[in-house]
């Protein structure tokens, strides 16, 4: 069993940055790659990135892509969504996830295929 639970969301202005946390327990995040996804009100929950395994390849969206960067530190078993130039259209709750699958699997399997997730939290982009 994996624990997932995210923070540093806030409000913040559009032009923006917030850096978003994930950290694990329970397990080795090592173990898993590691996704973000998103949901806004009325929206089905997105793929926003996701990390493999070691750090070593990361996939976006093309939404944010030049715009987020994730990283991880398994040493800290902790997941970072570094959030730039934010938009208005960004707010939503995000979530991390946790799946033994490969980072480019996370990014076209259906949410609900992933085996662990965290509770979200809130993101908003003021305009």
């Known amino acids: 069993q994996v624990q997932l639970e995210e923070s540093g969301g806030g409000l913040v202005q559009a032009g923006g940055s917030l850096r978003l946390s994930c950290a694990a327990s329970?397990?080795?995040?090592?173990?898993?790659?590691i996704g973000w996804f998103r949901q806004a009100p009325g929206k089905e929950r997105e793929f926003v990135g996701s990390i493999n395994r070691s750090g070593g390849s990361t996939y976006y969206a093309d939404s944010v892509k030049g715009r987020f960067t994730i990283s991880r530190d398994n040493a800290k078993n902790t997941v970072y969504l570094q959030m730039n130039s934010l938009k208005p259209e960004d707010t939503a709750v995000y979530h991390c996830a946790a799946d033994p699958s490969t980072a480019q699997a996370m990014g076209v399997m259906p949410p609900a295929g992933i085996e662990y997730w965290g509770q979200g939290t809130q993101v908003t982009v003021s305009s």
């Open positions: 329970g397990r080795t995040l090592s173990s898993y790659a």
